[in-house]
DNA sequence: GGCTAAGGCAGGACTTTCAGACCATTTCCC
DNA sequence: GGGAAATGGTCTGAAAGTCCTGCCTTAGCC
């Protein structure tokens, strides 16, 4: 009790900002989860529009939560017009046809709009170096075929997103891993968010469809190092992009 | 209406893995988030015995939670031994000194390892992309002072895991983005479960830290390139050291 | 017509969280 | 010594969110 318990650190430790473990703890509720989740699907055209959802008795078990609450998720979707129920034997709840116009982004994320582009970063060259390990010649293919898709879309910067979203998250597919994969998708949906209203040149995104196509040359000899590298150009071509376009932080 | 509205994409496209989609949506509590991030802080080593906490009616309003949920978490963690509370005008809330042990590996997280790993491996390689880039020379003096202190503690493993904490989290300040920091944090929370409870030869912890000195030296070259090689190297060892002592997948 | 599968609806119980007031203890300061 | 101040400890009632359960309505199929 009198003397000091442990001898003083060798160097002096950073006193260690605090602010990381002390920072706002905000849990979202299961409704407010719930029509994020649903709603980024739509938006990024994972659930494309015509598609059924599962009967709410099932989605709800699926997705572990109340039907009751469940149905105030996919009514504050069919609000804004993602959705659209159907009534009787053959009904069900379908993905609005067509989808109605995006709204600009929030106040909220634009004013995170580095930490965004930081956390894709992180995710997305994490992902390029174990997809680059573990990806088969099969879910190659299929990511190839999808930069073909790309090639063909870029006059049509809708459609062009839409395969881009599918083949970042078929990349994070290759991983295996379900975390990393609800983590792409649920990046990808803050950058569609934050690009879906800018201009996107043909060159633009024929450039980066070549990246794309570099990155899978890269899959398929298993060079994480290379695919790690082509991934962080890509992002980094993003975030400049955005930086000219978007305030700089404060 | 009678024609199908768009073209059949040219290539079959993979009917997506709607698992991820719709995947059980299990939202913490803010009781159980706060016992989680206060405990992960104090497991680590961000918060050392002794430290003393914010006072609760400060505290609770920097977490945006109530006084009395903030206290449901100091409490249970009070229970478990790790934090000890002083009334009085001079009291406040102690990290214990000593801690109690430490727990085994719950059998769910026991379950997750590899996506616990994988996690890491994106996290850790973007990280240090993004700090080799950024780090400025003081935040990389500190971390090779974190390393130094490392080659003094092979021998006793709960220091050298704390310093190494330490680094990995500094890593991630250097990015200067919060919600990674708050990621490497939680990551490396899980990773001492997984770990604590094995063997951890100096040998082992050396050649560790031989990997951290040379990523040090990527950083201060700023080459992103090779502090994600030197960085996916270490994680892939770890994860082969793991892969031989726990359970495969299944 | 009757069965069935789907969405639509309503009520009640349970849990979590919040907000605020007040109590008990210790220390500082006049 | 005595009061002020700062701290943890306790209690209560309200509000919100969630769950469970049952029942109704609609529409297709036999």
Redesign the interface.
């Known amino acids: 009790m009198s003397v000091p318990?442990e001898a003083a650190?060798?160097?002096a430790?950073?006193p260690?900002?605090e602010?990381?473990?002390?920072?706002?703890?905000?849990?979202?509720?299961?409704f407010e989860?719930?029509v994020e989740?649903?709603g980024t699907?739509i938006k990024l055209g994972?659930?494309p529009p015509g598609t059924r959802l599962?009967a709410e008795r099932e989605?709800c078990r699926?997705?572990?939560?109340a039907r009751s609450t469940l149905r105030q998720a996919l009514l504050a979707l069919g609000q804004t017009g993602h959705l659209q129920a159907m009534r009787g034997r053959r009904g069900g709840t379908f993905v609005a046809?067509p989808q109605p116009p995006g709204d600009p982004p929030s106040e909220e994320l634009l004013a995170q709009w580095?930490?965004v582009c930081?956390?894709r970063?992180?995710?997305?060259?994490?992902?390029a170096?174990?997809a680059a390990q573990r990806a088969t010649p099969a879910a190659i293919d299929?990511l190839a075929?999808?930069v073909?898709?790309m090639e063909?879309q870029v006059a049509d910067y809708a459609s062009y997103r839409h395969t881009d979203v599918?083949f970042h998250?078929?990349l994070a597919?290759c991983?295996?891993?379900?975390?990393?994969?609800?983590?792409m998708?649920a990046t990808q949906g803050e950058m569609t968010d934050l690009i879906s209203h800018i201009s996107h040149p043909e060159e633009v995104l024929r450039a980066a469809n070549d990246q794309h196509r570099r990155l899978v040359r890269a899959l398929r000899a298993h060079d994480?190092?290379r695919a790690?590298?082509i991934m962080?150009e890509q992002v980094e071509a993003t975030m400049h992009i955005l930086a000219g376009l978007l305030p700089s932080r404060g």
């Open positions: 318990a650190p060798t160097i430790a950073p260690l900002n602010d990381a473990v002390f920072a706002p703890v905000r849990s979202q509720t299961a989860e719930t989740r649903l699907a994972l659930l599962p989605l699926r997705l572990g939560i046809d580095p930490e930081d956390t970063m992180a995710l997305e060259v994490g992902v170096v174990l299929v075929a999808l073909e898709d063909r599918r998250v078929g597919e991983t295996g891993s379900s975390r990393l994969i609800a983590a998708t994480s190092a790690a590298r962080s």
